[in-house]
């Protein structure tokens, strides 16, 4: 029982190998079989963190490999999405830019202060996530994407900011830091309540 959450994980950078295969050798049948695991795969992202905190069992070991696969499984959804989709890519080539500079900002801020990668696991990147779900499936299944992609790409940036701004507040390498309103009263010293289902 103990190992589910990390079987979890595993499956989940297993799912995005599967998915960036299914791009490349079977694009013109991979589109609902990529958004079956994309789906699923977020659904073990959701639940992995869940599950080791009711086994007792969310160490930070855990939670550093939850954040790497995380960010291995999209990667590989977004490089299938482009192989699939190009043009999508090429249509908004800026602002994923703008959200691909601001994504590896937070990562060089953490390393430069903390030697660590990031792993906050903050409520609003978690919204985030869901937005990019949808933005990505609907790409996938039509080659374009309106006002979905819009609302990710806003909060791509606002939450890749809160991040950062949190990186910045906290004195001491932290993971599961819900908003930057967290990290300030741990700066302060104070206790945290930490939501039971999506964070430490």
């Known amino acids: 029982m103990k190992r589910i959450p990390l079987a979890l994980i595993l499956i989940r950078a297993l799912f995005g190998v ?26 073990t992202d959701i639940f992995d963190g869940i599950i080791a905190r009711r086994l007792n069992v969310s160490t930070l070991l855990l939670r550093r490999l939850d954040s790497t696969i995380d960010q291995l499984f999209w990667i590989c959804v977004i490089v299938a999405t482009y192989v699939l989709h190009p043009d999508f890519f090429k249509t908004n080539a800026l602002k994923l830019y703008m959200i691909g500079t601001a994504e590896l900002l937070a990562y060089i801020v ?72 967290h990290a300030i009263l741990l700066r302060k010293g104070k206790p945290i309540k930490r939501n039971k289902l999506f964070n430490g």
């Open 18 to 43: 599967i998915i960036l295969f299914l791009a490349i050798f079977y694009p013109q049948n991979a589109q609902v079989p990529i958004v079956t695991l994309m789906v699923i795969g977020l659904l």
């Open 110 to 181: 953490c390393f430069i202060k903390f030697r660590k990668e990031v792993a906050t696991h903050a409520i609003a990147s978690k919204v985030w996530a869901l937005s990019i779900l949808a933005a990505l499936v609907q790409v996938v299944l039509t080659g374009d994407s309106g006002w979905l992609f819009d609302t990710c790409f806003y909060l791509g940036v606002a939450t890749r900011l809160e991040i950062i701004g949190i990186l910045l507040v906290l004195k001491d390498w932290s993971n599961d830091v819900p908003s930057i309103y």
